[in-house]
């Protein structure tokens, strides 16, 4: 897939130049149109192809967005606002000074219309009827993961299913997150058992049945509907495709892309379609971990590091899970072939190892430049839907031996004891909440946990420090206003018939 994708932007921008022409009496015939574009089998790909490609949009999963959450997090700390996530973690955001919630607008639609297109006009292709299906299927599990921000950040949105049209759709209302949401989980329900199993060759990278459960089950987690998430989480687990990586820091290795864990990934291309992690993580630290989420790590024993016997605080980074060295740096640490040195992370004094293509025990030839990281992002991995269904299965009817499995699974690779039996519907959520902070510490999904869970209010108020006890900055959760992000200003300029989120005005 990845091979086709330079030429397929090219297809794809032709067919945008061609919308705005509509009002011409002639037809152009030098370029691509949506009338005379859908001929072949290989057209069809090509513009499938190219709806994938709108994952790799800044907003999305391009251009270090998803990690850039971390930021907007108790995790980590943005030094330079860089994309305005230090905007949401203060809480001086509103409906025009932020890019972040310009682009995930942006970006949703802009996957939304490639994927309509696509269904609109697939029909009269003539091509194998079964891979018409699974293009299809591939199409409504994509519009799905587009539709996501919409639902989930945003509130609602105009829902619309037809190819684009602006004369039609520039004045479409919003509507109500619950009607996006009926339309996210039917696409997955539809998308689901017309998809395969697994893919191979050039296919790689493609979304499959489990893709479509796996997204199914994050869906119904982020809305609460307890038993549901654990039955389509459980349907992942029983599927016996998806296993855990053996070796955690390895998972997110460049040689290793593509695992056994991977579920799907958002595919990036050295050097057509590339993003800039590497140095932001590492030389420019932009993405800065904070104290808290280092303290958070437990001690190898399972308890936290104010309850251990083993937590010394002379060598603080000593006897502590093994998830903390593989996923940041902290002093005294091997990273890129040497030791890790005080200052050499200057803004809190860590930095993070995942997502960057070095490795602990070689110094890299070179530095890798800014905008050159061609790294897959994780979009869904089997240890998320463990911890999914862990989850969602003691909402739904408390604690068990399988919500303890699941949670077992995660803990034994990362070389961590068991969680103690017995627990309480309440302190088993302590734990599983605690699992999922560190299993997918520097991620960016706990951006979204904190907010599912209404945390966000007690996390995100107050004082943020670096590792010698410095104040850097302050941040501020207003809980009437800040669960839901504004309706973009340039969106509602253009559609004036946007109604913006009450309390961001009009």
Not at 136 to 141: R, T
Request: aromatic fraction near 12%; charged fraction near 25%; include cysteine.
């Amino acid at each position: 897939m990845q091979q086709k994708t330079l030429v397929l932007y090219i297809v794809v921008a032709l067919l945008a130049t061609a919308c705005g022409d509509a009002f011409l009496d002639v037809k152009p015939t030098d370029r691509f149109t949506n009338d005379n574009y859908w001929k072949t089998r290989e057209h069809a790909e090509a513009a499938l192809t190219a709806t994938y490609a709108a994952l790799l949009e800044d907003g999305l999963y391009g251009n270090n967005t998803p990690v850039m959450y971390e930021t907007a997090s108790p995790n980590a700390y943005n030094y330079n606002n860089s994309g305005g996530y230090n905007n949401l973690a203060q809480g001086v955001h509103d409906a025009a000074n932020t890019s972040a919630i310009n682009n995930a607008w942006r970006a949703a639609y802009l996957g939304i219309g490639r994927a309509n297109t696509l269904l609109a006009r697939i029909d009269g292709i003539a091509m194998d009827s079964a891979l018409k299906v699974r293009f299809k299927a591939e199409a409504k599990f994509l519009r799905a993961v587009f539709y996501f921000p919409l639902w989930n950040l945003y509130n609602g949105a105009p829902l619309i299913l037809d190819e684009p049209d602006f004369g039609k759709q520039a004045a479409l209302p919003r509507n109500s997150a619950e009607s996006l949401l009926t339309q996210i989980l039917k696409d997955l329900d539809e998308a689901a058992p017309e998809l395969p199993t697994t893919y191979g060759g050039t296919d790689k990278g493609r979304a499959t049945r489990g893709a479509a459960l796996a997204f199914k089950a994050r869906v119904l987690l982020y809305a609460g509907r307890w038993a549901e998430a654990a039955a389509a989480a459980k349907a992942v687990i029983d599927s016996k495709v998806y296993t855990l990586y053996p070796d955690y820091r390895a998972l997110f290795y460049l040689e290793n892309e593509g695992n056994q864990e991977v579920i799907f990934d958002a595919q990036f291309k050295f050097p057509e379609f590339t993003h800039g992690l590497d140095m932001a993580l590492d030389e420019f630290n932009t993405v800065a971990p904070l104290p808290t989420i280092v303290d958070d790590y437990y001690a190898k024993d399972g308890l936290p590091i104010t309850t251990s016997p083993l937590y010394n605080p002379a060598r603080p980074y000593d006897n502590r899970d093994p998830r903390l060295n593989a996923t940041y740096t902290v002093i005294g640490s091997q990273y890129k072939g040497a030791l890790v040195k005080e200052g050499q992370y200057p803004r809190t004094g860590y930095g993070q190892k995942k997502y960057t293509i070095y490795k602990d025990d070689i110094k890299p030839a070179v530095i890798q430049p800014s905008g050159q990281s061609e790294l897959n992002y994780i979009i869904l991995r089997f240890a998320d839907v463990l911890l999914t269904y862990a989850e969602a299965q003691n909402e739904a009817a408390g604690p068990s031996q399988p919500v303890y499995d699941a949670l077992h699974l995660v803990r034994l690779r990362a070389g961590m004891p068991d969680i103690p039996s017995g627990l309480s519907q309440a302190d088993l959520r302590k734990e599983i909440r605690h699992e999922r902070k560190i299993e997918l510490a520097g991620e960016g999904l706990y951006f979204f946990d904190m907010r599912r869970w209404k945390t966000a209010e007690t996390e995100m108020n107050g004082d943020i420090y670096n590792f010698k006890k410095q104040r850097i900055d302050t941040r501020r959760f207003n809980p009437q206003r800040d669960y839901y992000w504004p309706v973009p200003s340039v969106a509602i300029q253009e559609n004036p018939g946007l109604e913006q989120n009450p309390a961001y005005g009009k």
